[in-house]
């Protein structure tokens, strides 16, 4: 089944201790990238990758690291997480020029 | 910059019925896409129909069809027939033409679908 696969679905961590938050598809796609929603805000790209170690900045970038050395893989890495990034997050990717983003199932994390 | 604007941010609608969604967005763009996605309870990000600007025919979906006003820069959701399903929250959003599909989303509207 073609999909976007995250880990974890449910994260609690305290601030400073540094997480990843996984991301991996299924259908060879070159485009990935992350958006984080927040209530009344919508969905704000943080990073996105045009392919292999391809990466640039989104919106709001800031706090966020990623890296894309596979295809598939695209993860999200928070060094020292704060409360200001509790929120929920989205990984997307799509095939260039088609214009049709599949996203995965989401991570809800909260940052004590 | 491209904004995306959903003045709405609550709607109800009775089953069978039919609603319309607003969004409005700002660019100075010609070529570009624009997409409603369907977030029910389970989070899911679901595409429900997507409009390409240099096509003026409305598209549609099954029961969800769009009125796109390209002059107003307004794409708005109709959905007919109103299922106790279709209870989510509707984003629209908006990307352009280009290598990169970023995707500007509104901040959303919640749509209750009741009995």
């Known amino acids: 089944e073609a999909q976007v696969t995250q880990n974890p679905r449910y994260l609690i961590t305290v601030t400073g201790k540094k997480l990843t938050v996984t991301c991996s598809q299924n259908?060879?796609?070159?485009?990935m990238s992350w958006y984080r929603q927040d209530p009344g805000l919508g969905l704000r790209q943080i990073y996105y990758?045009?392919?292999?170690?391809?990466?640039d900045k989104g919106d709001v970038p800031e706090g966020y690291k990623v890296s894309r050395k596979e295809k598939r893989n695209f993860p999200l890495i928070l060094e020292s997480p704060s409360p200001n990034q509790t929120s929920l997050y989205f990984c997307?990717?799509?095939?260039?020029?088609?214009?049709?983003?599949?996203f995965g199932s989401g991570t809800q994390l909260s940052v004590l | 910059a491209q904004t995306v604007t959903q003045s709405q941010p609550e709607m109800s609608v009775q089953e069978a019925e039919t609603v319309t969604l607003s969004c409005t967005y700002d660019?100075?763009?010609?070529?570009?896409?624009l997409f409603w996605y369907k977030q029910p309870p389970s989070r899911q990000m679901i595409l429900v129909i997507r409009?390409?600007?240099?096509?003026?025919q409305n598209a549609t979906e099954n029961r969800f069809s769009v009125n796109f006003q390209k002059a107003a820069k307004s794409f708005s959701l109709k959905i007919s027939d109103s299922q106790l399903g279709d209870t989510a929250m509707y984003f629209c959003?908006?990307?352009?033409?280009?290598?990169?599909?970023?995707?500007?989303f509104g901040t959303g509207t919640r749509l209750q679908v009741f009995p």
């Open positions: 959003a908006f990307m352009k033409h280009g290598d990169t599909d970023k995707l500007i």
């Open positions: 259908m060879n796609h070159e485009y």
């Open positions: 990758s045009m392919n292999v170690e391809v990466t």
């Open positions: 660019t100075s763009e010609n070529n570009y896409y």
């Open positions: 997307a990717s799509s095939p260039t020029r088609t214009k049709t983003m599949f």
């Open positions: 409009q390409e600007a240099y096509k003026q």
